[in-house]
């Protein structure tokens, strides 16, 4: 498989600053060395509890935010035997020049909030195009009109403010705007946790459409497992900034390992009957990412929690199939869940 | 079994400047003890209205225009619209409470945790806290300035009878003579007991000494229904009270629900989205669109074997964990409530659309027993 990113333990802290001189006294660690590879043409599944830095990641891969260490590994198209770019701290404006920027893209988890309301929708979509600046006016009407053929949007949306539309017509300018610029790899941050699920249907049947269309990497970002499971081939879960397992979608239902894993599947309610199965509820909440436990980071809500755990923290490691986990007891855990909920996933 | 609530041709109009949006078109369901009822639907289709309708809190542009809601408990039944706003505001909180959306902005920012908690205790159990209160104080334990005790017991004693005389809330406002402070103290050892048996950790410092903003969302949620369960109401009316929260602090609180249904509560309505919470929560199913109920059942009978179109496609809709190929959609968007299709509202998206359903409203008919559906396919069998 050929790589089209690959993050190298990037790191994101968030300042917080304190007292009369407004100095650093602390730091947010919303993303704390994390290791990724998202593989060309695949729909890689970010999932976790919110405030586990999942947009913090994903804004980060599409330079809204600079890291605060780590590389960011950018293969760009044709050429994925040679060396990647480094665009972790790579200025703006060379980005544009370079061609990366264009390439990068991003749609918003609200898209209420993501458009400006003053703008009329065919300046939305035409808004990235204006920004690479090699269009004539007539190209770019044209380019829009395709756009919104593409989201299923027609001629007679062009002229209206983005509060006519409903959530899901929205959303579906959102996407229109980020393939405006034909870009390799979107990153989708929860596009449809505001939708209903009728509507969500649309939307996520559109997203497989036009990956298949072009060849597009996505990167879904959301904290509903069913989704992650309709749309990504491998998914990623998170945890307090850390990654903690990467496995193949089939392999993350059917053989989880990390105990963070288990807590999740079974924490979705499953819409369909006579699923029972036992389920494993954690105690307590996230703790602080300012302040996040030493050893692994789950060990404080872990049921299968040794002393090992408390003081050393566990690496990623691969234990097959390109299942990466990271947990010190990853060849017991199926064990002892069975033992303790029962084998029933 | 009996019903706890019936509702009976409930209409909810909300008059805004666009026009009269028909949010409730007659509605009629009825509740059973000691049962949870999902009521399910996409956004916009009246499902927190019809809750809202039965409390009596719809807001000012909304108006209850027809209709009876009527609550059987203890052998009585009333008419929660006919009601008083007076008796109302006792029932609410007491009989039938509500958890609302976000904890956000229900809790009160500037109210400790302790001070919201023990308020529904100070509005509905004061009599009952107060004879408590007395008890202490004619006990031989409590020692206090005597001239004080002796008015503390007289005051006591007038509360206990009633605890709204206006004599009562005048002293308490004068310095020197307040005297609630023991009652307050009351309540919140009984909201200190009932945080406990909701799991929050350390609920005595939480009390006391915590305010909304030092809590997390999940533990918010938990003093949102803490608040609503203080006077073990006979219905408990959920309004998407999980769905803001991340996965495994919902299953946290779902799992709560359960077990209170098993000891305190009878029967809850739960309002929500998420068809996979009414599958492992609910035993009755409702699902409403545009305003009205298309189809009520068990919950079995829903998910295996729905009848109403729209609740065919509504499950279809939803990516499950055996998910193969393409998720079916609905087409189309929800209708304008302010002009609404005319006879089936649901029939400019169903697939098994006739000509009737764009002319008349389909009738409510009892296909299987306790299975409900309006919808023409069904009416001329």
């Known amino acids: 498989m050929e790589k089209l990113l690959e993050l190298k333990k990037l790191k994101k802290y968030y300042p917080i600053l304190g007292g009369v001189l407004r100095r650093q006294i602390n730091s947010v660690k919303a993303l704390d060395g994390i290791d990724l590879t998202i593989n060309r043409g695949e729909c890689l599944g970010l999932v976790g509890e919110s405030g586990c830095g999942k947009t913090t990641t994903g804004k980060a891969i599409i330079k809204l935010h600079d890291p605060t260490e780590g590389n960011i590994l950018y293969y760009k198209d044709g050429n994925g035997d040679k060396k990647g770019v480094d665009i972790a701290y790579m200025k703006r404006r060379a980005l544009k020049k370079k061609g990366i920027r264009s390439k990068l893209q991003m749609v918003f988890q609200d898209p209420t909030t993501s458009m400006n309301p003053r703008m009329l929708v065919k300046n939305v979509i035409a808004e990235p195009l204006k920004e690479l600046g090699n269009m004539g006016s007539k190209m770019l009407q044209d380019r829009v009109l395709e756009l919104l053929g593409l989201v299923g949007l027609t001629r007679d949306h062009l002229l209206r403010y983005p509060h006519e539309f409903s959530g899901g017509q929205r959303q579906r300018i959102a996407v229109a705007r980020a393939i405006a610029t034909n870009p390799e790899f979107i990153v989708m941050d929860e596009p449809t946790s505001a939708l209903d699920v009728s509507v969500q249907a649309q939307i996520l049947n559109l997203l497989v459409e036009l990956q298949e269309k072009y060849n597009l990497t996505y990167l879904f970002v959301t904290h509903h497992l069913l989704v992650v499971k309709y749309i990504s081939q491998r998914i990623a879960v998170m945890y307090l900034g850390k990654i903690v397992e990467v496995s193949e979608t089939k392999e993350f239902f059917n053989k989880p390992i990390h105990p963070y894993t288990h807590a999740l599947l079974s924490g979705i309610p499953i819409p369909e009957i006579g699923m029972k199965r036992k389920r494993m509820i954690l105690t307590g909440d996230v703790p602080s990412p300012i302040s996040p436990p030493d050893g692994c980071r789950f060990h404080n809500r872990c049921p299968f929690v040794e002393e090992r755990c408390r003081i050393e923290e566990p690496l990623p490691e691969d234990i097959g199939n390109h299942h990466l986990v990271a947990c010190h007891r990853k060849y017991e855990v199926e064990k002892l869940f069975g033992d303790t909920y029962g084998n029933s996933h | ?381």
Request: hydrophobic share 40%.
């Open chain 2, 1 to 381: 079994m009996t019903a706890i609530l019936e509702i009976k041709d409930l209409v909810t109009n909300f008059y805004t400047y666009e026009g009269v949006v028909k949010a409730l078109n007659k509605i009629s369901l009825d509740i059973e003890k000691g049962v949870t009822f999902g009521l399910v639907g996409e956004s916009g289709c009246g499902k927190s209205v019809a809750v809202r309708s039965i409390m009596r809190i719809i807001q000012a542009p909304g108006v209850v225009e027809s209709g009876q809601v009527i609550f059987h408990s203890n052998g009585d039944s009333t008419d929660l619209l006919k009601l008083s706003e007076e008796s109302m505001r006792d029932l609410r909180g007491n009989q039938i409470s509500m958890i609302f959306q976000e904890p956000n902005s229900a809790l009160n920012p500037i109210l400790s945790i302790g001070e919201q908690v023990s308020e529904s205790f100070l509005f509905h159990q004061k009599k009952d806290m107060c004879a408590k209160v007395l008890a202490n104080l004619n006990s031989s334990g409590c020692k206090t300035f005597v001239p004080w005790k002796h008015y503390l017991r007289f005051i006591y004693q007038m509360a206990a009878k009633n605890d709204r005389a206006f004599i009562l809330k005048l002293l308490s406002r004068i310095p020197f003579f307040k005297w609630d402070r023991r009652a307050k103290k009351e309540a919140l050892n009984r909201s200190i007991d009932i945080m406990e048996k909701l799991h929050v950790p350390d609920a005595e410092n939480v009390a006391r000494n915590s305010y909304p903003h030092n809590l997390s969302g999940g533990l918010k949620q938990r003093i949102v229904i803490a608040i609503a369960l203080a006077c073990n109401p006979e219905l408990l009316i959920s309004d998407e009270a999980t769905s803001n929260l991340d996965v495994t602090i919902q299953a946290q609180i779902l799992e709560l629900f359960k077990e209170l249904k098993k000891e305190i509560i009878s029967s809850i309505i739960l309002i929500t989205h998420d068809l996979g919470i009414v599958a492992e929560t609910c035993e009755r199913v409702g699902v409403m669109y545009a305003g009205n109920l298309c189809e009520v059942a068990d919950v079995e009978m829903i998910f295996n074997n729905p009848k109403h179109p729209y609740t065919k496609v509504l499950l279809d809709s939803v990516p499950k964990i055996s998910q193969e190929g393409k998720l079916l959609s609905i087409e189309g968007n929800v209708p304008n409530l302010v002009t609404p299709p005319p006879g089936c509202r649901f029939h400019p998206r169903c697939r098994d659309a006739m000509d009737i359903c764009s002319r008349e409203l389909p009738a409510t008919i009892e296909i299987e027993k306790g299975h409900l559906v309006a919808c023409h396919l069904y009416l001329n069998k």
